[in-house]
Structure formats: C-alpha cells, structure tokens
C-alpha cells in the first residue's frame, strides 16, 4: 500500500483527525455519564420482549475522568458490513488507536469480508504497520466488507465460538441500518448465553437515513454528496457552456433522498424530484413526467433547452400507481414464470396484462420497451423484481420526451444525457468533516468495548458546533428500533430516517427551487478541500446544519 500512494495520499497520510475534549487523554481517562432508561420509537412490548438482556439501557455520555481507571489489554474484533462508505479506514484507526490507548498489548483482529470472516473465523491482526498504511484513505480495502446476514442461530453459535477461541472482550460491527440491527440481535444472544464479549456497532452509511436525535449523520454522507456534488457542478459548467443539452442524473439513495436533496443544495439544479414528497402527494408516474415536461417546455420558451435534473435512485418505489405495479408484476411473474418464459418482451407485456388490474396494465403499456424488458429480468432471492436494474434517468427522458412531442405548442429542442452517479462516491477519501467524524466513533467505540457496553451505538453529537464542543457517547441500537414486515414475518429493524417534508433542509429546498428552474443559478462546489482555511476545509454538508439550526432557512 506505501509504495503506490499518490502525492495527494502521501500528504494525507499525515494528517491528524481531531477528537472531542472527552477523549484526548485516551479512553481510560473517560468518565462514563449515564442517562435515563431508553425504549423504542415504536412497538416497544415487541421490542422489549425480544431483547429481555439489553433494551432499556440508558443513554450514554463521555467526559474526562479526573483519574486514570486501570486498563489491561483487550482483544477486539471489528466487521466492516454492507456497501462502502468514506471513512472507514479512520473508524478502525479510532478503535486501534483508543484500545492501545489502555494498553500497547491490546489487539485488533479485522475479520475479512464482512460478517461472513466473523462467523468463519477468518481475520487478519491489523498492528501498526497495516494501519497506518490506511489511515485518512477511503474505501474498505484494509479488510474489505461483504454483505451476509447474522440472523439465524447456528450463525450466532459460530460467532460466539470465535469470540471465545480469539478472547474476545469485544466486537465493533460498522454498518448501516441493517447491519447495526444484526449487531443488536447479536449482542443480545451474547448475553443471553453467557459470553464475556460484547457487541457494539457504528453508523455507516451514505444514504443518510441512519439518524435520529442522538446519531447527527451516518459516517460517508458527507464525503460521498461532496464528490457527486463536485461532478454535478461540473456538467452544469457544460450545460451552461454548450448549451444544447439536457442531464438527467440519478444518484444513489434507494430508501430515501437525502443524497438528491443535498446534491441540490449544494448545486442548485433545474429539477430535482424527492421521492418522499412524490409518495406524499401521491403522485401518479405522469404526472411526474408532467412536471419534469413543464419545466423543460417552460425553459424552452425562454430560448433555454439545457438544462440539469436529479433524480434519486428509489424514486420509482414511491411513485403509488408504479409501487402497485411492481407489486402485481412480482405475483404475476411468480404464477406465471413458465407461461412467459422465452417470449420477447412485447409478447410478454400482452400476456402478463391479463394477470394484473387495469390500472396496472396502463401503467406497464405507458413504459418505454427497455423499461418494459429491465421490469422483466431475473428477480432477486426472495422473488421480487429488481428495481435496482431499472435505469430509472433513461426512463424519465424517454417518457419526457414523448409527453413533449404529444404537445402542439412545444418548438423547443430536446437532447438529453443520461449519468448515474453511484460508485464514484462511496470509496472516496475522505473530507476532513469525515476523518474527524469516523476518527471519533472509533475512538468512541472502543471506550464502549472497554467499559463492557453491550449492544450500544457509537454516538459523537453537536457536529455543527466545532470541534471543541463535540460531545461522544453511546446509545442503545434498541432505541431505534421498530417492528417491519418482511419476507412474511415480523422482523426488529432499525427504523430509517427518510426527507423529512417539514424539516429545514426540504423547506430550504422547497423555497428556491421555482427560481432554480428558471434560471441558471448553478453552484460549482468544487472538489473536496483537505487544506486551507477552517471554512474551506473543514465545512460540513447542508443538510446537517440546517437540521441543526446552524443555518436558518430563509
């Protein structure tokens, strides 16, 4: 890894992340500071009844002991779980630096792959050389992640059984929404079966829906928007030079929009559409295109036919009248495989409208053939179509540009490109707000490991604040926790936090994006700043400080 950084990574290799007050004497110079007994945001009987050992753990806060505690050296494991977020590398570091810390004895095993390297056993010993190598870099390559459930109890077995072989006096699981439930329920069997090691987790994920009162923002959000933001900017540079192109963008962000609406507060596009506000309205899939077709025609009429539109990857899954037809089209398909098998898709389309209702079948015949053919291919492991192949911006330009064509009045141009930014964002290196964040929940973690905090999350508040006024904790993964349906079976998961309509940032949004369609108001943010000026290097993204009252929507 030395040997092929580049000039920028050599530079960052140095740089130190920051840490709240609490913990910069290192962890065995931390108070903890408990709070009031917790419960879940909802179905709190269900909850509790299955979690008996940790629900209803108090909140946790961190501040500097007057003295040292005595410390012995820990062994502790760490999983990287799900897809990659910015900053885990620093995550790791944070839990290396804190255990060591307590003792220079301490060890870290790094399980490989994901869950599937702690239920098999298979890990590296992550020791000062490995670490360093991948300090303030993105990505997940030190011990890569992978994306298999801990969710039956054979699976538990085998993970206790490594935790015991390897001494483990804790395991710090760093994931999302999914990933931080399987670390609950596997704590929580811990405990129930005796084990000494205990289970904590961190919040990861670029979507941005892992957060609530205690948990500001999921680690990578802000990295990863940066990074699209810093690609939008640029093809807005482009429409407005060439000006002769329309760019319809998907971002990621399936379950929520948090990725498209701070995309779009930081470059201000024409049209951004926010999937929790098309649910809300309840907004058929023409209608969508009508809006989209309106701003395009009226910009148009202004002799303007560029312009930028952001769409959020799970957008089709919020439009009612095309959730219902995936959802007979999954039940369809499932009856029916063999009847459509080897048919092209118009012959597939025909038959399968027998077998839905008519508004469905309306819909199905609307879609473009490619559409029509990606809602038909393989489905995933539990039968359901696979959205996620739907390539949703090549969708939206096709039916925009036959809803133009079917009106007389419209004698503007319509050329359109289509991007999807994905990938590009997930492994970058991280921004400083970033390297500091993770930095600190690792650190924060393994103050957890060592003062046995069982089934916590690492919490670090008041990001908005600076620095100084940081403050870490912990929380129990129970608190966020609600009962879903899935596969036919009620499963404890930690409720997403999804764009809230009536909070700062879509008000902010709500507010300007008339004149952003209109006009070219475009923000160029830039690429990510490492050095320079706190305000330049050290700023983080909209969304959290307009949640945060840092800034006022006006």
């Known amino acids: 890894m030395a040997d092929n950084l580049s000039v920028l990574g050599k530079a960052r290799k140095a740089y130190q992340p920051k840490l709240p007050a609490a913990l910069r004497d290192g962890a065995l110079k931390v108070a903890l500071v408990k709070g009031k007994p917790t419960q879940s945001v909802r179905d709190q009987a269900k909850i509790k009844a299955l979690f008996p050992n940790t629900y209803g753990a108090p909140y946790i806060g961190m501040k500097k002991a007057a003295k040292a505690?005595?410390?012995?050296?820990?062994?502790?494991?760490?999983?990287?779980?799900?897809?990659?977020?910015?900053?885990?590398?620093?995550?790791?570091?944070?839990?290396?630096?804190?255990?060591?810390?307590?003792?220079?004895?301490?060890?870290?095993?790094?399980?490989?792959?994901?869950?599937?390297?702690?239920?098999?056993?298979k890990f590296i010993v992550i020791n000062e050389k490995i670490m360093d190598a991948y300090r303030n870099t993105g990505g997940f390559d030190i011990i890569q992640s992978g994306r298999?459930?801990?969710?039956?109890?054979?699976?538990?077995?085998?993970?206790?059984?490594?935790?015991?072989?390897?001494?483990?006096?804790?395991?710090?699981?760093?994931?999302?929404?999914?990933?931080?439930?399987?670390?609950?329920?596997?704590?929580?069997?811990?405990?129930?079966?005796?084990?000494?090691?205990?289970?904590?987790?961190?919040?990861?994920?670029?979507?941005?829906?892992?957060?609530?009162?205690?948990?500001?923002?999921?680690?990578?959000?802000?990295?990863a928007v940066k990074t699209y933001s810093e690609l939008i900017g640029n093809i807005m540079r482009d429409a407005n030079s060439a000006q002769k192109y329309w760019h319809f963008i998907k971002l990621m962000g399936r379950s929520a929009s948090h990725i498209a609406l701070e995309a779009a507060l930081q470059t201000h596009p024409n049209i951004c559409l926010i999937s929790e506000e098309v649910k809300a309205k309840k907004m058929k899939l023409k209608q969508v295109i009508k809006y989209v077709a309106d701003i395009v025609a009226a910009r148009a009429a202004d002799g303007k036919n560029f312009g930028v539109c952001l769409i959020p990857e799970g957008l089709l899954e919020f439009?009612?009248?095309?959730?219902?037809?995936?959802?007979?089209?999954?039940?369809?398909?499932?009856?029916?495989?063999?009847?459509?098998?080897?048919?092209?898709?118009?012959?597939?389309?025909?038959l399968l409208c027998k077998w839905i209702s008519k508004a469905s079948a309306e819909v199905l015949k609307s879609l473009p053939s490619t559409t029509q053919g990606q809602l038909m291919l393989d489905r995933d492991s539990h039968g359901n179509v696979q959205v996620s192949l739907i390539e949703t911006?090549?969708?939206?330009?096709?039916?925009?540009?036959?809803?133009?064509?079917?009106?007389?009045?419209?004698?503007?141009?319509?050329?359109?490109?289509?991007?999807?930014?994905?990938?590009?964002?997930?492994?970058?290196?991280?921004?400083?707000?970033?390297?500091?964040?993770c930095y600190s929940l690792g650190f924060t973690a393994s103050v957890l490991a060592f003062n046995k905090m069982n089934g916590y999350m690492s919490s670090v508040r008041d990001l908005t604040k600076g620095i100084e006024k940081w403050t870490a904790g912990g929380i129990p993964i129970t608190m966020m926790m609600n009962i879903e349906r899935r596969h036919g079976a009620d499963?404890?998961?930690?409720?997403?936090?999804?764009?809230?309509?009536?909070?700062?940032?879509?008000?902010?949004?709500?507010?300007?994006?008339?004149?952003?369609?209109?006009?070219?108001?475009?923000?160029?943010?830039?690429?990510?700043?490492?050095?320079?000026?706190?305000?330049?290097?050290?700023?983080?993204?909209?969304?959290?400080?307009?949640?945060?009252?840092?800034?006022?929507?006006?």
Request: charged residues 25%; aromatic residues 8%; proline residues 4%.
């Open 319 to 350: 439009i009612p009248d095309v959730g219902v037809l995936i959802s007979e089209l999954s039940e369809a398909l499932a009856h029916h495989e063999k009847e459509v098998e080897g048919l092209d898709t118009a012959a597939k389309v025909e």
């Open 148 to 223: 298999t459930k801990l969710e039956t109890e054979e699976q538990f077995k085998k993970c206790m059984a490594v935790a015991k072989a390897q001494k483990l006096d804790a395991i710090v699981i760093i994931g999302g929404d999914d990933s931080n439930t399987n670390a609950a329920v596997l704590g929580e069997y811990f405990q129930a079966n005796g084990a000494t090691c205990v289970v904590c987790g961190c919040p990861k994920t670029i979507d941005g829906d892992l957060k609530n009162e205690y948990i500001e923002t999921s680690f990578g959000f802000d990295t």
């Open 69 to 121: 505690q005595a410390g012995k050296a820990l062994n502790v494991g760490v999983v990287l779980s799900g897809g990659q977020a910015p900053g885990g590398h620093n995550v790791i570091a944070g839990i290396f630096d804190g255990i060591k810390s307590i003792s220079k004895n301490s060890k870290l095993l790094g399980f490989l792959g994901g869950p599937s390297g702690l239920e098999n056993g």
């Open 491 to 554: 499963k404890p998961v930690i409720q997403k936090a999804l764009v809230e309509l009536d909070g700062a940032p879509f008000k902010f949004f709500a507010k300007n994006r008339e004149v952003w369609a209109k006009t070219e108001s475009y923000t160029y943010p830039g690429p990510i700043q490492y050095w320079g000026p706190s305000e330049v290097c050290d700023v983080t993204n909209f969304t959290i400080k307009l949640e945060r009252g840092a800034l006022k929507v006006k």
């Open 393 to 437: 911006e090549k969708l939206i330009i096709e039916m925009v540009k036959k809803e133009l064509k079917s009106r007389k009045n419209f004698k503007g141009k319509f050329s359109a490109l289509n991007h999807f930014f994905g990938y590009e964002g997930r492994c970058a290196a991280p921004s400083n707000f970033d390297a500091d964040y």
